[in-house]
């Protein structure tokens, strides 16, 4: 594909307009100089649509048993040289703030002792392939329950210790009853090439907005950007 012509059918496949949908085709594609502002343009589209006419807060994901776990959940990390890797020795937690009235910092046994959800869910990645996997965790909702978000938060921003990695929720995606955030997997501990020691995860949006390797949860009045989001990835990237 060149930078200069038309739009053709496939370009709009990529930019999932032709599907009618609100993806895109491939991690990393930024359309060229071309078709990169009509990129941004069917993004904003997609997320107000998604947001306003196709999200429902009470719609529950299908789940299904655990032996019907198929296709293999592939390594996804933007550091280099290998997934990235919590110090030894350095004890790692989870930092909750912002517009709160309790901050906390969260380590992963009080995790573990805070309201538990698992569910064997399809995942859906933006490349185009899914899988069938289990998922154990705290919802977002009960720590949520915990910090007492003001009046004035809207916004959940997630950050990462894989190299800055970040982006942000609306919160009522993130008060969804199937997010969470994630310490197993498959019925074993959470391991770093899926975002140990925590990740968040739910079956109502696209991979990439599923944050590995977590360090904070702050809340916003201010819509956070993201990663990938930065660069023309829809920003709500809703199921």
Not at 89 to 111: F, H, Q, S, Y
Request: with cysteine; net charge positive; charged share 20%.
């Amino acid at each position: 594909m060149t930078d200069r012509g038309p739009l053709s059918r496939r370009d709009l496949l990529r930019l999932g307009v032709a599907g009618g949908t609100a993806t895109l085709a491939a991690c990393g594609w930024d359309g060229g100089r071309l078709i990169q502002p009509k990129l941004l343009t069917v993004s904003r589209l997609n997320d107000w649509v998604g947001e306003h006419l196709l999200f429902d807060p009470d719609r529950l994901a299908p789940t299904c048993p655990p032996d019907r776990r198929i296709g293999r959940m592939p390594s996804y990390f933007i550091s280099r040289g290998g997934p990235p890797v919590w110090p030894q020795g350095d004890e790692w937690a989870l930092t909750v703030g912002g517009l709160v009235r309790k901050p906390i910092r969260l380590t992963r046994p009080m995790l573990e002792k805070l309201p538990r959800v698992t569910y064997t869910v399809k995942h859906h990645c933006v490349e185009g392939w899914t899988a069938v996997a289990t998922w154990t965790g705290v919802p977002v909702r009960a720590v949520t329950e915990l910090v007492q978000p003001t009046a004035d938060a809207r916004y959940l921003r997630f950050d990462s210790f894989d190299s800055g990695f970040f982006n942000g929720w609306d919160l009522a995606s993130a008060m969804h009853p199937q997010t969470m955030l994630a310490y197993g997997f498959n019925d074993r501990p959470i391991t770093p090439d899926h975002g140990a020691p925590l990740r968040l995860y739910s079956p109502v949006k696209l991979g990439y907005k599923l944050t590995k390797y977590l360090t904070g949860m702050t809340f916003t009045q201010e819509r956070p950007g993201g990663h990938w989001e930065d660069q023309g990835y829809p920003w709500f990237a809703g199921i």
